[in-house]
């Protein structure tokens, strides 16, 4: 087991809030190595739990499929990264059993949640919400790119490159970094906090967004390699299977690093 010792952040304003510390960004790479030792102490658990989500991000394209509605399969996929952080409330659980020398198996990353189950179900809903949003804005998108155009693989597929869909591209990235971006400041470090100092969503996502200020650069170049290692995993198909225990470990070893554990 991971011999860690975190001293706990000064508390601000609340007891379940915290000041969260200033780091240098050296510590990101702390962070992946703390985290790949995890994965390859619950390889079994964590790879398992994350084929779990996997292939729920199949049946959902394969269902958009059967329904004869394609277009919908990329902003579904792509929204399905909004809820990504409540995905990874198991990877942050089994860091902690890791931390304690105690067991971790499926059901305790399953059930992960029930440590603050009405705050973590509160952020999930506000994911699911913004999932909503995203999939509205994108047909909107849609619809001021292509005018008149339907919806469907085949006419999207004849204006791929043309002018109208090299701006549509672009309206799409930049909603999508917004969302991201309050995706990335408000998650961070809420759902560890969460779990480890049973905050509830407001003070969380606060003293999230506060730390990513303070600490921008390092918290940029963090940004930076999720995106990297998820496209690793993207492009090499099975390698999401470790890409997001990966991201998901090394996340709880980065809140323990700026906001600190509660003892």
Known sequence: MNDIKDTPSQTYLVDEMALPRKIDTTRVFEWLSKGWA????LKR?????????LMLGLLISFGFYVMELPYLILPALSGFLLVGPAIAVGFYEGSLRCQRGEPFA??????????NTYSIMAIGIAQVFLF???????FTLFAIAFPGVMPEAEPI???MFSQEGIDF???IVGLGAVFASIIFFTGSFSLPMMIDRKTVLIPAMLTS???V???????VLWAGLIVLIMFLGLITGVGLILAFPLIGHATWHAYCDVIGQKR
């Open 38 to 41: 995890d994965v390859k102490e």
């Open 45 to 53: 658990v964590s790879t398992f739990y994350a084929a779990l989500f």
């Open 106 to 115: 499926l059901t305790h990353a399953l059930l992960g949640f029930q440590r």
């Open 132 to 138: 909503m949003v995203w999939i509205r804005l994108s």
């Open 157 to 159: 597929m004849e204006r």
């Open 169 to 171: 591209a672009l309206m």
């Open 209 to 211: 967004a506060y730390a």
């Open 213 to 219: 200020v303070i600490n921008f650069k390092a918290m």
